[in-house]
């Protein structure tokens, strides 16, 4: 039998930097049960990284996980196929099933580093949505009205610009929520934009004679651009599997407006001492620069360690400071074709996510070569070999035959 910490205790952990917990007193009643609770978190493989605002829902689970409770992590390679509405201003593109796969096998390692290996489910959601028949389907969709589906923030604003809602994204809250049926969740966690598809679980679960799982919903991290949640889509992102390196250095570049949030999400600091750090820096008994670097580091270390972390701060004081390319420039070898196509390369290199993340940035003069901007794909090897090429203002490599 478990033996669980007071329930006190359990809350002021688990709480902690949490933004929406519904219904009111439920996660202490839930925990004076004194039995290990089933936490479900849903994520959808539509990108083929994890990036720090990912983490932070998985910090949170994790903390179940210490407290000896179960965490069941939903891999939603059947609802990622219908696509998420929340917070789309129009219908997302839907995945097919190669992609997401792929997606799946570039993710789900890097989270099952994150998360504790004991107590710890992974469902794909095939398993029962894609079982589903007609007669399935006409009682999930019975168990929840329109008026409830236009409760939701995005589609009423959609609905009252006269903007198309497909009737495939008014079935994504419900078909999500069958997740918490088939699991038995007793809580679901996500981010805040989830608010609304952790409700409808509840109402699914009632259908189904369940006791409906409590909700909690962490912030959304703010992107590096320091405006939009950070997202792999819009590019303003920092991954859990960035080198240490550039983790600080993208970390450096946030707006001084995002330290607070940052030491709260990112760097795992508690809700106190985030505050506590942010208000030194208002009372000017820490200079803003120092402590961003205090930031950088903290973040780096989670991922890295301390070490690790020490390193990126030199390496980024030398480029930055100094104005001097890092010491040990990694090498990617050229293939002794004639031409060097640059997006392949870079793609190699481990520059770039991607091959057409790669185009985006040479158009927008972000690559350079020796210190030059090129904004060409296609270059002689011969204008290549032995020189540096640098993405952005953190990432280096050298080509070499």
């Known amino acids: 039998m478990t033996d669980f910490l007071p329930v006190d205790e359990q809350l002021a952990i688990l709480t902690d930097g949490v933004d929406t917990m519904l ?25 083929p990284d994890v990036t720090l605002g990912w983490a932070v829902v998985f910090r949170l689970l994790r903390r179940f996980q210490e407290l000896g409770h ?23 593109r839907r995945l097919e099933s190669a992609e997401i796969e792929s997606h799946v096998s570039e993710t789900l390692d890097t989270i099952k580093e994150l998360l504790l290996p004991d107590r710890l489910e992974i469902r794909p959601n095939t398993e029962w949505l894609a079982a589903m028949d007609m007669q399935d389907v006409l009682s999930m969709t019975s168990a929840v009205t329109v008026a409830r589906i236009m409760d939701r923030d995005d589609f009423r604003k959609r609905w009252d ?7 495939i994204e008014f079935m994504y809250p419900l078909l ?28 699914l679960q009632q259908h189904h004679g369940q006791a409906p799982q409590a909700v909690m919903t962490v912030p959304l991290l703010v992107g590096t651009d320091g405006e939009k949640k950070m997202s792999q889509s819009l590019g303003n992102y920092v991954s859990v599997k960035d080198g240490p390196d ?9 707006p001084d407006h995002l330290m ?10 508690s809700e106190a001492d985030a505050s506590r750090v942010v208000a030194e820096v208002a009372a000017g008994d820490r200079h803003p620069g120092e402590t961003k670097r205090l930031l950088a ?36 070898a050229l293939d002794g074709a004639a031409d060097v196509f640059l997006p392949a390369l870079l793609d190699e290199a481990g520059l770039v996510a991607s091959r057409s993340e790669a185009r985006r940035l040479i158009k927008q003069g972000a690559v350079r070569i020796d210190g030059e901007k090129y904004d060409g794909e296609s270059i002689p090897s011969a204008e290549i070999t032995g020189k540096v090429i640098q993405v952005g203002k953190r990432r280096f490599v050298r080509a070499v035959t």
């Open 23 to 47: 219904p009111e007193g439920a996660l202490r009643d839930l925990l004076e049960e004194k039995r290990p609770l089933r936490v479900k978190l849903g994520v959808d493989p539509t990108a």
């Open 70 to 92: 179960t965490a069941v992590l939903i891999v939603g390679d059947f609802t990622a196929q219908v696509g998420d509405p929340s917070g789309k201003s129009e219908t997302r």
């Open 161 to 167: 610009l006269h903007e198309p809602i497909s009737m």
């Open 176 to 203: 999500q929520a069958m997740d918490s049926v088939a699991v038995e969740a007793d809580i679901e966690i996500g981010g805040t934009d989830q608010l609304f598809n952790l409700l409808v679980g509840r109402d």
């Open 246 to 254: 550039e983790m600080f250095g993208k970390t450096m570049s946030i």
């Open 260 to 269: 607070e949030q940052w030491f709260l999400l990112a760097a795992a600091y």
């Open 297 to 332: 580091r903290e973040v780096v270390s989670i991922y890295w360690g301390e070490d690790a972390a020490a390193g990126a701060e030199a390496a980024f004081d030398q480029i930055f400071r100094a104005k001097e390319a890092p010491d040990d420039i990694p090498e990617v």
